[in-house]
């Protein structure tokens, strides 16, 4: 998709990070995160991030994709509205326009971060085998946004990881 977009980065809350920028309507999460990282304090650990436009996630198929099913949406609605039927094929055929003059506010919220670390390793043996047999055992150290309300732990399927 060509074109540009104004968009503005905010939080959960609502609350502005940056300024206003114009940037092309296929960006990727991936693009949205490396500028959001740039927007953020030096000094803050980066964590991932999930993009929304109106609550719907924007993936791979960039913010267009986004635009685009609203646009279609709005199409359905419109053709409803008129008791018109609406047939696939239509709904298909609408045309992409990047929206003018308008900014598009995109909502980011953290992603939990997952961490994996062995806890131990053991090598031996076996009867009946060439080589020695590996084995692992790990840790999954869950990191959320609410801390697992502060607790020192989490439960996750009766074991709790600490």
Known sequence: SEGRVMCQL???NGEPTGTQVLIPVGATAKQLDD??????????????????VDGQMIKEDGVAAVLHA???????????????????????AVPFVVPEETV????????ANFKVRPLTRCSTTLDGHSE????????CLLYTSDAADEEDSVDLGGRRIF
Request: overall charge negative; charged content about 25%.
């Open 70 to 92: 609203q646009q279609r949406d709005a199409f359905i609605t419109k053709q409803t509205a008129e008791g018109r039927r609406v047939r696939p094929m239509d709904v298909e």
């Open 35 to 52: 500028l959001l990282t740039a927007m953020m304090p030096e000094d803050e650990e980066p964590v991932p991030y999930a993009f929304f």
């Open 132 to 139: 020695a047999v590996l084995i692992c055992s790990f840790s």
């Open 10 to 12: 905010v939080d959960e």
């Open 104 to 111: 598009i506010q995109i909502v980011f919220k953290p992603q």
